[in-house]
């Protein structure tokens, strides 16, 4: 049964690879036909792919040159945007045309520049440092990014996923089936080989809606991320540091007194003190 269930894992990873990889040769193409040619080919497609992977405040799919005209067409979807800016601004980022308008909210002005949105005038200027850095003053921007987006469909997902799941088992007597058979062995993989012989059977339960939450969240996004939607969520430094925060603070809030002895004295009663102090200079430092 178990065997069943990893060929049609690998089948379903095949596939999203695949897929991928003609979405790849799709961007290949786009790059030719979008990007100048004062670079190389090589640079030129990497910085598009690079471009289509990055954060943005609209759902871009592709785009498209128009031969006669030279114009650059792009599909996809706006969405919102949140500012507070001496008071909320809030308008879709389709008003910005690719960075092409300059919005006008509220009596402000607001440009999209390399990704980011800066105050400005009705001409849209952006005024430079020494170091030809943005001077504008940038603000506080809550809009629904396209990785923002995505980690909520990710979470919508798994709250159907679990709740199905739990469903599922209640009413066929704790065995699963359907998506159940899907995802039983990796839960079973978290629980026995990462949760129990990490924290011990004692207290391991209660840190496993964490641990699946965790793992099927940046699971779901990095397999997204094998699409051709060019998700790149965890890709992004803000994303990963939150998700580090977080297990930091569970892990030491959380912590036994083991744990911190373990922390403070992670060689234990076996080497004399004089020793140890030398070795303490680097190990406490870098395991708190």
């Not at 003609?22 to 990007?35: C, P, R, T």
């Not at 079973?188 to 059977?201: C, K, T």
């Not at 339960?205 to 793992?215: E, S």
């Not at 977080?246 to 009663?269: A, C, E, Q, R, S």
Request: zero cysteines; proline letters at 4%; a negative charge.
């Amino acid at each position: 049964m178990q065997g069943k269930i990893m060929v049609r894992i690998l089948s379903v990873l095949l596939f999203i690879t695949s897929f991928s990889a003609v979405a790849q040769d799709e961007h290949v193409k786009e790059a030719k036909e979008i990007l100048p040619d004062t670079k190389t080919k090589k640079e030129e497609i990497k910085e598009f792919i690079n471009h289509h992977l990055m954060d943005s405040h609209d759902f871009n799919l592709f785009g498209s040159t128009d031969e006669e005209t030279g114009e650059t067409h792009h599909y996809g979807f706006p969405l919102p945007v949140i500012l507070w800016d001496e008071g909320l601004h809030t308008f879709m980022s389709s008003e910005f045309d690719h960075g092409k308008s300059v919005v006008e909210s509220n009596g402000n002005y607001y440009k999209l520049y390399h990704s980011k949105i800066y105050r400005t005038d009705a001409e849209g200027t952006i005024n430079y440092d020494e170091s030809h850095h943005p001077t504008n003053v940038r603000p506080l921007d809550f809009s629904i990014t396209k990785s923002v987006l995505m980690m909520l469909v990710v979470g919508l997902l798994l709250v159907w996923l679990f709740r199905s799941l739990a469903k599922s088992y209640a009413k066929n007597g704790s065995l699963p089936k359907g998506l159940g058979r899907f995802f039983e062995p990796v839960v079973l993989y978290i629980r026995d080989d990462i949760a129990i012989a990490n924290i011990g059977e004692n207290k391991y339960k209660k840190y496993m809606p964490f641990l699946l939450t965790v793992f099927f969240f940046i699971w779901f996004l990095n397999m997204f991320g094998l699409t051709p939607l060019g998700v790149n969520v965890t890709g992004n430094i803000a994303v990963t540091t939150a998700l580090a925060v977080i297990v930091f603070l569970i892990t030491n809030f959380t912590g036994t007194k083991d744990y911190w002895k373990h922390i403070f004295d992670p060689l234990g009663d076996g080497m004399p003190w004089i020793g140890k102090i030398l070795i303490y200079i680097i190990l406490v430092p870098i395991a708190l």
